[in-house]
């Protein structure tokens, strides 16, 4: 698998992990429950932008190598 897919899959994840958070998160509202989804928050938030950052990286090093 290239460097780009795994960006491209780790953007995929960031998006399925905060839509879990939408149909979870307004369910009960208990201590446990704010816990768990401010967890698929930040690790939804944190997946898409490290996916963001290795699909740039790899975009910019394929335009340098191409010219």
């Not at 994840?13 to 307004?26: Q, V």
């Not at 401010?38 to 932008?49: A, D, E, F, P, Y």
Request: no cysteine; glycine share 10%.
């Amino acid at each position: 698998m290239k460097k780009e897919n795994y960006g491209i899959l780790l953007i995929i994840l960031g998006n399925l992990l905060y839509l879990s958070y939408i149909f979870f998160g307004n369910k009960i509202s208990s201590s446990f429950s704010e816990f768990s989804s401010g967890v698929l928050l930040g690790l939804s938030i944190g997946t898409n932008l490290v996916g963001i950052i290795i699909t740039s990286k790899n975009i910019a090093e394929n335009s340098k190598n191409s010219k």
